[in-house]
């Protein structure tokens, strides 16, 4: 429940929070060297039009642009919770053996449990999106356009559903291969480090955030979707899970 | 209906359930008798395929199942050991959300019926934790029976309901079997398997003894009749004694318990041997040893023959 509240919050708060930091604490001379100047010239690299602006601009822009990576955040961190507790939880709660018992094909208790949690991460931080143009719109119109623009849409409608669908997946099969809730949560945690690669990967400058690398990287995440969903039917043990667990 | 031979499982290094061979023909009700751990949920997980067996082959309905799996499951009702619910959905809500699995039909009048077969119409807003453990297992049983399924496996189905209830239900398991439902019932309660059941396994690992009641009391046990009379005297037992067909002679107050082989062609010589003295016979009956003493003879024989 704390996940479901406090992570949202703090998601949507944090870019707000980073840019009155630098900005009341660093000096705009030190946004133009080192780390800074290289995501600055990383992005502009990847986005010729925004060269005529100031690198204090472009840093505020980068940095709002980055909220949607924090936003997907909020996709896995309140999906996984749901995820991780989907079929050790039903194991608990003892209702797992009825529900083998109807002819439901693994394949279709998966996708279920997926969507399960995908659904109530995605409104999340579809909503959490919402509040975040708000506040962004709010801070500074001029940029509002800047930064919530194409990439945006494709983070939102393309990316984010993709990393729920791959990220849950994961859950959903740790779930159904712990012995308990705690041990699936920590699996989880740690199986979806990779994904956040995506989320530091343009301020690194790994990646540009551009259309073309965007859609690189949810059709990656689609096709690893399908990868693990496969081998997730084929590992999913009905009578390990009914007879191994306690 | 169901076929299993020599059907097997093993759990690590614990044979939970050693060559089971049964066979149950379409409509009947087996009542499956056996200690704790002797394997009965085992058994039923299996031939309902929840688990996969170790060793051996078993069919329902001619569908394998080790490869059937899925047109097993919709055909199969199963009634689990704990009832397994979600506890804070609705009574309606959860049987709606099960029959859909199996894509029942007329979901919401046998949703109604079955309710009120089993005084729970009134509890079907409630979230499933308000509930009873006794109503759970009523709605368990429920569940199991949203899709008409042709094969029914009950798992201790009476065991947390008042008398009332239990009788409830097992009326109407007697009802399933008469509409042609095979049934498969794991139960402790021996009055209810004898009740219930075409026959019964005795079941410790393995089957024991498979027959109906009455023939695995005559395999078990001599015949034993009582004959009561107006008064005794010693002349009667003295020329009962003589008979070679009669194997045991007990007094009792005004009478004497016999144990006969045949007794439907040996009972009337006893009697004629008896009126021929002069006796007065008041009343003759059967004395039949209860399920409970052919259950326990024969598990006490398997354990003997273990040790």
Redesign the interface.
């Known amino acids: 429940m704390l996940m479901m509240t406090l992570m949202p919050i703090i998601m949507v708060g944090a870019p707000f929070l980073y840019i009155s930091i630098i900005l009341n604490v660093v000096e705009v001379p030190t946004i133009s060297s080192g780390f800074f100047q290289r995501a600055i010239d990383s992005f502009v690299s990847a986005n010729p039009g925004m060269s005529e602006f100031q690198p204090i601009q472009l840093f505020q822009i980068i940095l709002f642009k980055q909220g949607a990576f924090f936003l997907l955040m909020i996709t896995i961190m309140v999906g996984m919770s749901i995820a991780t507790f989907s079929v050790i939880g039903e194991k608990q709660?003892?209702?797992?053996?009825?529900?083998?018992?109807?002819?439901?094909?693994t394949w279709e208790l998966l996708v279920g449990k997926v969507l399960a949690a995908a659904v109530p991460a995605l409104v999340m931080t579809w909503l959490c999106s919402l509040l975040y143009m708000g506040g962004v719109y709010a801070y500074s119109a001029d940029l509002f356009p800047l930064i919530v623009d194409y990439t945006w849409i494709i983070i939102m409608l393309f990316i984010s559903p993709a990393v729920a669908l791959l990220s849950l997946g994961l859950g959903v099969i740790i779930s159904s291969r712990s012995n308990d809730p705690r041990s699936a949560q920590n699996w989880g945690v740690f199986l979806i480090l990779p994904v956040l690669f995506i989320i530091v990967g343009p301020i690194l400058g790994t990646f540009p955030l551009n259309i073309t690398s965007l859609l690189v990287i949810g059709s990656v995440f689609a096709t690893l979707t399908i990868v693990v969903f496969y081998f997730g039917v084929k590992i999913f043990n009905?009578?390990a899970i009914?007879?191994k667990w306690r | 209906m169901i076929e299993a031979v020599d059907l097997g499982r093993k759990?690590g290094e614990l044979t939970a359930v050693e060559n089971l061979n049964l066979s149950i023909d379409k409509g009947e009700v087996l009542g499956f008798l056996g200690p704790n751990g002797a394997g009965k949920t085992t058994t039923i997980?299996m031939l309902?395929c929840?688990?996969?067996p170790t060793w051996g082959q078993a069919s329902i309905n001619g569908y394998d199942i080790r490869k059937d799996g899925?047109?097993i499951?919709?055909m199969?009702g199963?009634q689990?050991?704990?009832?397994?619910?979600?506890?804070r959905l609705s009574v309606k809500r959860n049987l709606e959300f099960?029959s859909q699995?199996?894509t029942a039909s007329n979901l919401s009048k046998k949703i109604d019926t079955y309710l009120g077969l089993f005084d729970l119409k009134d509890r079907i807003n409630s979230p499933v934790k308000d509930l009873s453990k006794g109503m759970k297992q009523k709605l368990?049983l429920t569940?199991a029976l949203l899709h008409d399924p042709e094969v029914l496996f009950l798992d201790e189905p009476t065991s947390a309901l008042d008398p009332q209830a239990a009788k409830k239900v097992r009326e109407f398991i007697k009802e399933m079997s008469i509409s042609g439902r095979t049934i498969f019932l794991s139960t402790h309660n021996l009055a209810e398997a004898e009740l219930l059941s075409d026959r019964i396994a005795v079941f410790n690992q393995r089957v024991i003894a498979i027959d109906t009641p009455k023939n695995l009391r005559s395999q078990l046990f001599i015949h034993k009749t009582c004959i009561r009379l107006q008064y005794l005297d010693d002349s009667y037992r003295r020329s009962l004694e003589i008979l070679d067909f009669v194997h045991n002679i007990e007094v009792i107050d005004n009478g004497y318990i016999i144990e006969i082989e045949r007794p439907e062609k040996h009972v009337p010589a006893v009697i004629d041997n008896l009126v021929n003295l002069g006796a007065r016979i008041q009343h003759v009956s059967d004395v039949e040893h209860s399920l409970e003493e052919v259950y326990t003879t024969l598990i006490n024989e398997e354990k003997e023959m273990a040790s």
Request: overall charge positive; hydrophobic content about 35%; cysteine-free.
């Open positions: 709660n003892r209702s797992l053996e009825p529900l083998l018992a109807t002819p439901v094909r009905r009578d009914l007879t | 759990f997980r309902s929840l688990i996969r899925h047109e499951r919709k199969v199963i689990t050991e704990s009832p397994g619910f979600y506890e099960f699995l199996y368990a569940r």
